[in-house]
């Protein structure tokens, strides 16, 4: 009886979860529960967002002995009086409330980063405590919350000048919900420096009751003096192009320089929307990108700089890139609650148009200047055209032009390098950037490869793919002299999914079929990309399955963390990992998974009757019987 009343699933199983709770429920679906530092920049941004509208020109901020972070701004102050609707004082609304608050539309705000409705409320939510002053119309309104519950009544506290007007936000950071509760005051206090830059006269004041330190800044000037105050350790690089452009409901600003021989220790590339840090790009830079490879592209076609079969690509131009983007627009589109990434698609065209425009005007009237940066990356692609161009780092005197596709190193050592064999264009992006150039070279796949198993090794030249592995690694199916071969490690690697199985699959069989004598002697590895990232506070962990997933997962758990704490991202492909992410996971050697893919010599015939088994299109019978005695055994793959 009890089972049944379990299994039961009526009208009173749904729940409804009210007010703040939801937040409290899940925290991770609302913010970055590693530190607070999330917390501190929903309240900082609603005070830059009176800055941006006009109505502040300075903001404190103070992280208290206890913990907890205060933020005071000089802006018109928190409406208090009451909803027309809702019938209860507006201030309310806004921190108790999901959704709520004056930024959805451009009539109170021009330019917002808080479109969401959620940050100060989640805020709210994930505070032991939170008190709020409003200074308005000469008098002081005061509230107070705890864990999101109202505990003392909004109130008159007492008096103040007229002009005395702001709103002050004081919050204590729930520890249950965040693997620290404390601070991150670098990471605070470089977000905080580039609110004041952004922001023109905006004086923003960081005072550390804990560590007894302050901090102001107030500028005056454009992005073009921040940038050059960022380039300290940097000591050569091209004079600065800075341009504001506006749009119809946008204005977009940027400083824009390249390394000039050096290489920067910590490269500048930093973008905001509506001063909100973009960590992960979007769609902004994107355009951003686009607009200086199309400017350089027509500039050195005009000055007749590039050699007739030299083209520039877009990474050419963004390789040694060093720049600080600010788009102010109505109504942005962030790709979650932590607006890491802007996702609106019709400002990537309208980015690229102006900065096409504007570089352009600015390299044709300043050819000298332009020169010295075109040639920069006309260097680069000179680079990566003459590896494209390299037959065999050993001194011959012919041989096969190496396919276009294939990203070589620099290297000229065969026994230090590698290649990688990866599966997409926008996978084999991904590894160019993440790879060592000295010592790693990249070859891109265009989907699966043809099933060579039953073919002889010329017949598979006809394939352009396998061509392009042929010439690739310099030699030739079924050939036992492997004295021409270009790299040590040959190295596939495909997404940690079924197709990425069936074409390492595919690959595998190529070489163990038609290149023997390279597996034997042990040259061809299978990369393991992981299938998921584990966040847990300050600790991060890869995995490769389900099962190491789960055990990983318990390890944190027995070091005192709360399951839902442990945050879970899902690579659906090697094309979702960033350069950062894939290089750590597969190609770093201290920390990548590759597995060797051998050849015992005591039980070879018997793998490859199994490979052709599975592979030999006369031999479905028995592939269906094997499947039908084996079937039990599989894995389920979504």
């Not at 004082?89 to 959704?99: C, D, G, N, V």
């Not at 996702?343 to 009237?365: M, T």
Request: glycine fraction near 8%; include cysteine.
């Amino acid at each position: 009886m009890q089972d049944n009343k379990k299994n039961a699933y009526t009208g009173a199983s749904i729940e409804v979860l009210k007010g703040l709770e939801p937040v409290r429920r899940r925290p991770g679906m609302y913010t970055d529960t590693a530190t607070p530092n999330h917390l501190g920049m929903e309240v900082i941004d609603n005070s830059v967002d009176e800055a941006v509208a006009g109505f502040c020109n300075k903001i404190l901020v103070t992280l208290h002995q206890d913990g907890s972070l205060e933020v005071v701004d000089n802006g018109r102050g928190m409406p208090v009086d009451l909803h027309p609707v809702e019938k209860i004082p507006a201030i309310e609304l806004i921190l108790s409330r999901l959704h709520a608050g004056g930024k959805f539309s451009s009539d109170n705000y021009q330019f917002s980063g808080g479109l969401h409705g959620v940050g100060v409320s989640v805020v709210n939510a994930l505070s032991s405590k939170l008190k709020a002053q409003v200074r308005r119309e000469g008098k002081i309104y005061e509230i107070e919350y705890a864990k999101g519950e109202k505990v003392i009544p909004l109130h008159e506290a007492g008096t103040c000048a007229k002009k005395d007007t702001g709103t002050g936000i004081r919050f204590y950071p729930d520890a249950e919900f965040f693997d620290s509760p404390l601070f991150d005051i670098k990471r605070l206090c470089h977000q905080l420096k580039a609110k004041a830059v952004l922001c023109e006269n905006l004086t923003i004041v960081f005072v550390d009751e804990i560590n007894n330190t302050s901090e102001e800044w107030s500028y005056s000037g454009d992005l073009s003096t921040y940038l050059k105050s960022q380039l300290s350790e940097l000591t050569d690089f091209t004079d600065i192009y800075h341009e504001c452009v506006k749009g119809e409901d946008w204005i977009a600003e940027w400083a824009v320089c390249w390394e000039n021989g050096n290489k920067a220790l910590q490269k500048v590339c930093e973008s905001y929307v509506n001063l909100i840090p973009t960590i992960e790009g979007g769609t902004h830079v994107n355009g951003f990108r686009s607009g200086l490879t199309l400017a350089i592209r027509e500039f050195c076609d005009l000055q007749n700089l590039l050699p007739r079969t030299l083209k520039i690509s877009p990474e050419d131009v963004w390789s040694g890139c060093i720049y600080v983007l600010s788009l102010k627009m109505h109504e942005p589109q962030f790709a979650g609650q932590t607006k890491e990434k802007l996702s609106n698609r019709q400002i990537a065209g309208q980015i690229e148009q102006a900065v096409r425009d504007h570089f352009s005007l600015w390299l044709n009237s300043n050819v000298d200047k332009g020169k010295i940066i075109a040639n920069l990356i006309i260097n680069k692609a000179k680079e990566r055209d003459s590896q494209a161009k390299v037959v065999e780092r050993k001194k011959t005197v012919r041989g096969p032009q190496l396919p276009g596709k294939l990203v070589d190193c620099t290297s000229t050592d065969p026994s230090l390098g590698e290649l990688f064999i990866v599966e997409g264009d926008s996978a084999g992006g991904s590894a160019r950037q993440a790879r060592d150039a000295s010592f790693q070279a990249i070859l891109p796949l265009r989907g699966k490869i043809l099933n060579t198993w039953e073919i002889g090794g010329h017949t598979a030249l006809n394939s352009e793919e396998i061509r392009a592995i042929t010439v690739a690694i310099g030699i030739e199916p079924d050939s036992d002299d492997l004295s021409n071969l270009r790299y040590s490690k040959i190295c596939i690697l495909a997404d940690a999914d079924a197709d990425g199985l069936h074409i390492g699959t595919l690959l595998c069989a190529l070489f163990v079929k038609h290149f023997t004598q390279l597996v034997r002697e042990g040259h061809v590895y299978v990369a393991c990309p992981p299938l998921y990232r584990i966040d847990c506070g300050k600790f991060k962990e890869y995995a490769l399955d389900d099962a190491e997933l789960a055990q990983k997962q318990n390890k944190f758990i027995r070091k005192g963390f709360k399951r839902e704490n442990i945050k879970i991202q899902r690579f659906k492909g090697l094309g979702e990992m960033n350069p950062e992410q894939l290089r750590e996971t597969t190609l770093a050697p201290k920390s990548r998974r590759l597995m060797q893919l051998t050849l015992d010599a005591e039980i070879e015939e018997e793998t490859f009757a199994l490979l052709d088994m599975l592979l030999s299109k006369k031999r479905a019978a028995d592939r269906r019987q094997w499947l039908e005695n084996n079937g039990d055994k599989a894995e389920f793959l979504d």
